[in-house]
């Protein structure tokens, strides 16, 4: 019945949007984060990287959004390196884990960042970032300063400056990790609905085994010492996705299988450390 | 909490003046030792075409060199931020200058310097400077590294990044040093003075102190030491003024009127 929402489900029918082909990372200091990664996303996904602290999920996404060399392998974005972005007629933005907004800049100012840098006209501007802050649901803060808004609310406009260039591909750092479960659920509620509704696709990082199954259409899980990625597993569940579904059997079947996963990839190395 | 802060130290200073005239009057001290506060205030009223007259010139030469130490300390500091290598190469000198007393050099630019107002700028300018170089090149630095990089994947331009994110950045920064230097510039342009002696045709608070003490006029050597303090106090306020107009957005400066 809900079959038309799982677009997940037809991902045959478009070209590979971000391909990751053995793409790893040293870091100059000599710290290995990440070994090769293969990864294959579809236009339209929603992709979780899920892992402990220091298994190189920053790392990646940060080498996706180009601000980190791959050490070796590539990554394209549309069939492109990420320099070459803007040629195929494609825009990507990143989410940080903290709200990053300027705090000599109202929120309206905050928002229109990406625009001005990128050279927006004026009037265009503002009609965006008006249409970006009503989607966020801060129309009324517009000239706030940050530090005039919780927690939640300022991730909110950092999520808003991450619309306003009506990007296709948004990289999400840990975006929510900083606040209470409650305000955290509601915007993961809010999040998928702005993937359903502008056909995003999205990669997201988290620490969370229930965020992740409760956002992704797929959760990649990664393992730390050393930094790899040890599983995919599609979350088979038709969006939208209500409250209801947290507290559903297949939701406590994918969550017991994510930290099953975790646990087995830790024993490992627990193990390995043992045998040194 | 507003009223506090004002009321509070007016308090003290009402106690601390009151207790002043109280021991002088109490243990009968000879004027030439120390006057009383009454004293201390009509000396000030009746040397004033005198002390007025040294207040402008101090001040005269505070400003001066102020205004020297913020355009160089800001012009130095946009040269380190620009490279590593500047920075590694002059840093240690910009720290020989703050560590070296003034009073050890003044002489020396006093020679080489004809123009006397000129070499008490330039002694003051001295002291006033470091402050400024240190904390504007700490500002520009701390720039938050993840809107950085917000800046790169928007592809800014360097002027862009420069003027949108590192100079607002450092504000905070500029403006504490401000402060500190403030009050450097006007202790540099006394301790010059009191160094250059009586070089020059405008003399000075520095000068009129001096005099007074050859002269054992302790009342305006009082009166003298009122006006540089009160022009301390004034230089600061009026900083602290600027800073929260200018830093309105700054939470250090907001949280002050909670
Ligand atoms: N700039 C850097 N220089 C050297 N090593 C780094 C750097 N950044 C990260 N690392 C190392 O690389 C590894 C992976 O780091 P990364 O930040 O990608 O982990 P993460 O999965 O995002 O962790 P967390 O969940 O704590 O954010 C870690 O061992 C970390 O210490
Ligand atoms: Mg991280």
Known sequence: ?276 | MKAQRIVLPVVVAIVLIGLWHGLVKAFEIPVYLVPSPGKVLETLIKDWSLLGGSLYNTLKITFFAFFCAVVLGVAIAFLFVQSKFIEAAFFPYAVLLQVTPIVAIAPLIIIWVKNPTASLVICATLVALFPIISNTTLGLRSVNPGLQQLFKMNRATRWQTLTRLRIPSALPYFFGGLRISSGLALIGAVVAEFVAGTGGTGVGLAYQILQSGYQLNIPRMFAALLLITLAGVLLFALMVALSKWALSWHESELSNDH
């Open chain 1, 1 to 276: 019945m809900a079959d038309d929402h799982r677009r997940y489900a037809q991902p045959k029918l478009l070209a590979p949007m971000i391909e990751i082909l053995s793409a790893s990372k040293t870091y100059p200091n000599g710290t290995h984060a990440l070994q090769p990664v293969d990864l294959k996303i579809q236009e339209g996904e929603f992709v979780t990287l899920l892992g402990p602290s220091g298994c190189g999920k920053s790392t990646l996404l940060k080498m996706i959004a180009g601000l980190l060399p791959a050490t070796d392998g590539r990554i394209l974005l549309w069939s492109k390196p990420v320099e070459a972005i803007e040629s195929t007629g494609h825009r990507m933005s990143f989410v940080f884990q903290e709200a990053t907004l300027m705090p000599w800049s109202r929120v309206a100012g905050n928002v229109r960042l990406p625009l001005e840098l990128q050279g927006v006209d004026s009037s265009d501007a503002d009609q965006r970032v008006n249409d970006s802050l009503a989607l966020v649901g801060l129309s009324k803060f517009h000239d706030a300063y940050p530090r005039e808004l919780s927690g939640g609310m300022q991730m909110r406009v950092s999520i808003a400056r991450g619309l306003v260039t009506n990007p296709t591909l948004i990289l999400m750092d840990e975006p929510f990790g900083a606040l209470d479960e409650i305000t955290r659920n509601k915007l993961d509620q809010d999040l998928l609905e702005l993937w359903q509704q502008k056909k995003l696709t999205v990669i997201f990082v988290t620490h969370s085994i229930y965020e992740a199954v409760y956002l992704s259409t797929r959760v990649v899980v990664m393992a730390a010492r050393p930094g790899r990625v040890i599983e995919e597993v599609p979350i088979d569940e038709p969006f939208p996705r209500g409250p209801e579904f947290r507290v559903s059997t297949q939701f406590a079947g994918y969550a017991k299988h994510l930290q099953e996963s975790l646990l087995r990839a830790s024993n490992a190395n627990e193990l390995a450390e043992g045998a040194l």
